[in-house]
């Protein structure tokens, strides 16, 4: 009996299964991460454009790094773990919406870095990390001086929707109708422009056509709804 459970308690058969890591490899590679992942939170709060930032999709960012990391780390230590790693991260299901595209290069850049880190590139993680944030930065902090709207307003009758378009052609370096909708109280149009002049005025001059009703300027990020 106690022989029987000696060797259930005694992981000596292990032995030469995995690669041992030390204390030390694991601290050091998780101190890598977690770092690049400090880089990488930082960029990430430089360049987001939004009103409403998110805590914790930045915090995910380092929890990602560090946590791909441990398991690429597991996974180059034998082969049989690396499948085991495989089928339990298969069944996982990601059903968080990700609203801007630019968010999935941020998780990508993070699992990346992970990944490298885990399997000993810490060369090619750290310059590539630098690198990328400093595309990421240069081109997310370039100020667009046409920024696009889209206009949404009421005409009473086809008179007056000539007239807003007449000022429109007038007002913008471009535009493109998105929906029209015809009902018996007048027209509703919403139309992409891109302003030459203050977005104000073009909304009281707007306002100003004998028929228009009303008026609302939204800023358009690219998505478009009906």
């Keep these: 009996m106690g022989t029987t459970m000696d060797y259930l308690f005694d992981f000596a058969f292990m032995d030469g299964w995995a690669a041992r890591f030390s204390v030390t490899d694991i601290l050091v590679a998780l101190a890598i991460s977690l770092a690049i992942g400090l880089f990488i939170m930082f960029i990430y709060t430089k360049t987001f454009k939004g009103v409403m930032y998110s805590s914790s999709f930045a915090h995910t960012l380092i929890g990602m790094n560090m946590i791909t990391t441990l398991v690429i780390m597991a996974i180059a230590s034998h082969f049989l773990i690396g499948f085991g790693m495989?089928?339990?991260?298969?069944i996982i299901r990601f059903r968080t919406v990700v609203k801007e595209p630019l968010d999935l290069v941020y998780?990508?850049?993070?699992?990346a870095v992970g990944i490298l880190v885990g399997a000993g590139f810490v060369?090619?993680?750290v310059v590539g990390s630098v690198v990328i944030g400093l595309v990421l930065?240069?081109?997310?902090?370039h100020?667009?001086?046409?920024?696009?709207?889209v206009v949404v307003f009421s005409c009473d009758n086809e008179k007056a929707e000539n007239?807003?378009?007449k000022l429109i052609d007038a007002e913008t370096k471009k535009h493109v109708t998105k929906a029209k909708t015809v009902s018996k109280e007048g027209?509703?149009?919403?139309?992409?422009?891109?302003?030459?002049n203050s977005s104000s005025q073009f909304v009281n001059k707007l306002l100003g056509v004998g028929g228009v009703r009303n008026a609302t300027l939204v800023s358009y990020n690219g998505d478009f709804y009906m």
């Excluded at 027209?187 to 030459?196: D, G, N, Y």
Aim: glycine content about 2%; hydrophobic content about 55%; overall charge positive.
């Design 143 to 149: 100020r667009i001086k046409d920024s696009p709207y």
């Design 123 to 125: 060369v090619l993680a």
């Design 163 to 165: 007239k807003a378009f």
């Design 86 to 90: 495989i089928g339990a991260l298969s």
């Design 107 to 111: 998780l990508f850049w993070s699992i």
């Design 187 to 196: 027209v509703e149009l919403t139309v992409e422009v891109r302003l030459k």
């Design 137 to 141: 930065f240069l081109f997310q902090n």
